[in-house]
């Protein structure tokens, strides 16, 4: 629960992952909890610093969560990266993509024990992003790259 509350804290501070001193370290359960709870809706992309797909809709992300920032909408960026990656080469990467949404690393090494918590149907490929919205008991799962439009549409019946 301490640690729930830590990553709580860091993803509701703004511009965490451009000035973030350190990526925090998930498992699915910790990310599971903390999507549940609280008032906000969630858009969570799964992504890697090698995903080429990943990296080029990160940028409509980014603008989405910009255009949001006073809605009740979270956008949350999971890397999917191996450990040799982690924290260095994650935090590099936000840091000069100028990622101000939060950034953690889901630490998990074999997606075959979390990609089926994520959506049964998701066979672990990447790019992939979740659509959550407790308050009106909305999941959407999306799998591959999204461009502008397709978030946009899709974070509009999100909320």
């Known amino acids: ?4 509350c830590l990553i709580a804290a860091l993803l509701l501070s703004t511009d965490l992952a451009f000035g973030q001193k ?3 370290s998930l498992k699915i359960a910790d ?5 549940q709870s609280g008032d906000s809706a969630y858009v969570v992309n799964l992504w890697a610093t ?3 797909p990943c990296v080029q809709e990160l940028p409509h992300f980014e603008k989405q969560a910009r255009v949001l920032k006073d809605k009740p909408v979270k956008f ?7 450990s040799d990656a982690y924290p260095r080469d994650i935090a590099t990467f936000a840091k000069r993509r100028k990622i101000r ?3 953690v690393w889901l630490n998990e090494p074999n997606a075959n024990s979390f990609a089926t918590r994520i959506d049964p149907r998701w066979k ?4 992939c992003t979740i659509f959550i919205n407790p308050k009106k008991n909305y999941r959407k799962f999306v799998e591959g790259q999204m461009s502008a439009e397709a978030l946009k549409r899709e974070v509009d019946a999100l909320l």
């Open 76 to 82: 949350i960026f999971v890397s999917t990266d191996m």
């Open 50 to 52: 090698w995903c080429a």
């Open 101 to 103: 949404s939060s950034v």
């Open 22 to 24: 350190s990526i925090p």
């Open 124 to 127: 672990g490929s990447i790019p």
């Open 1 to 4: 629960m301490r640690k729930i």
């Open 31 to 35: 990310l599971e909890k903390l999507v």
